[in-house]
Structure formats: C-alpha cells, structure tokens
C-alpha cells in the first residue's frame, strides 16, 4: 500500500540553524500539507501546498519557514534559523483530489532544537 | 473560525466493552468534514472514521461507528469490542472548506484486560 514516508524521523539541530525536513508524499497525490505537533499538544496546521505554490498557511508559518516541491516528488519544508520552540513533530500530509479524500500522514519527523 | 473541543483528556475502557468518545465543533459553514484519527505512542496519525456533514447516516467502519448530531455540532466516536491495541490518543478533526484539518486537543484511551 502506497504511504507518505518523512526524513529523517530524528534530527537534532543547535538554536539559530537551518534544518530542511523532507517528505516524499503518495505519487499521485496533488495537495500536500505540514503539521506540528508539540510534545503533549494538539495537531497544529502549517501550511497547505497545491499546483506548486502555497495555498494557505497559519499565522505559525511566518518568515522563517518555507516550502518547496524540488523535484515532482519531494516536498520539504525549511526552518531557516531554529528556535527552541520549534522543537516538535512535524508531520507531512497528502492528499489525492479534491472532495471527501483524507489526508494520509506521514510518520513525522521529531525535530529537537537545543 | 472553525475550532474542535474534546472535553475528555482520558478516557478507559475494559476489553470487549464499549466507550464513547465525544468531540463538538464549532463552524458557519454548512458543507464540510468530520475525522477522528488514531495516534498510538508511535505517533503516527491514522485515521479512523470519517463523516460527510450533508450525510445523515452515521458513518461505521467494522469496530468504529459515530454519532453525528449536525445540529448539536457532535461528533462522537463509538468503539464497540474495545481491545488493547485501541490504546492511543484519539484527535477529532475538522476540515475546513479550506482544506485544512483542525485537531481537538485529544483524548488519551487506556484499555484494561
């Protein structure tokens, strides 16, 4: 059965470094998402990505965050200078169609910023 | 905005009984849909159950059914013949038109033999 798979499932980075979290969504899949969840806290939405370009984002996503789609079948998501409270699971999501299709999660990535 | 209330952090359930857990929701928004996604300590999220709003039937799947009060904007998860490998947390959804999810805060269920 396909699956959305995520890279690395752990990393480790130092405050004020870059870190590129990376997931490989379902291949025909069209609509791709991150979430974060913070250890003992609810799912949170970050960003929602079709036809190359973002289609919305939360008031989380701000400047230092970003996402791209580099090659039609990675789709990454860039943290340019980590803070502590970045430290959370993030979880790439994808989606086939438009309609009553879920959203099929990745395993996450454990993201630990000291 | 849409928001998702679990009032119930935790939850128990003995083996082959039944639990209840309860989800309400709050949107203006007359078309949309409703999930609850399993998370066990691996911390995947696998969904559930899910529940078109324009649908009046309650959805089930095997173990898993829900009660859908569109009016009371509830959304309950039933799960019948509990076992132990339903321990997880349990996060209701929203999605919104969208296309976002909005979790519930969850509910951590605890199966006993």
């Known amino acids: 059965e396909p699956e959305v798979t995520q890279t690395p499932s752990h990393q480790v980075t130092q405050m004020g470094q870059e870190v590129i979290l990376r997931c490989v969504p379902i291949?025909?899949?069209?609509?791709f998402y991150w979430y974060r969840q913070i250890l003992g806290q609810k799912v949170e939405f970050l960003v929602s990505?079709?036809?190359?370009?973002?289609?919305?984002k939360s008031e989380i996503f701000d400047d230092q965050f970003s996402v791209e789609r580099p090659d039609g079948s990675n789709f990454t998501l860039k943290i340019r200078s980590t803070k502590l409270e970045d430290s959370a699971m993030y979880f790439c999501?994808?989606?086939?169609?438009?309609?009553?299709?879920?959203?099929?999660f990745g395993p996450g990535t454990r993201l630990t910023v000291l | 905005a849409q928001t998702v209330t679990q009032s119930q952090p935790e939850m128990s359930v003995q083996e082959a009984e039944t639990v209840t857990l309860s989800c309400t929701y709050d949107?203006?928004?007359?078309?949309?849909?409703l999930f609850w996604y399993k998370q066990p300590p691996s911390r995947q999220m696998i969904l559930v159950i899910r529940?078109?709003?324009?649908?009046?039937q309650n959805a089930t799947e095997n173990r898993f059914s829900v009660d859908f009060q569109k009016a009371a904007k509830s959304f309950s998860l039933k799960i019948s013949d509990s076992q132990l490998g339903d321990a997880a947390m349990y996060f209701c959804?929203?999605?919104?038109?969208?296309?976002?999810?909005?979790f519930g805060t969850g509910t951590r269920l605890q199966v006993f033999p």
């Open positions: 990505f079709y036809n190359n370009e973002i289609s919305e």
């Open positions: 291949s025909n899949h069209l609509y």
């Open positions: 529940q078109e709003a324009y649908k009046q």
């Open positions: 999501a994808s989606r086939e169609l438009a309609g009553l299709t879920e959203q099929f």
């Open positions: 949107t203006s928004e007359s078309d949309y849909y």
């Open positions: 959804a929203y999605r919104s038109a969208t296309d976002k999810l909005i």
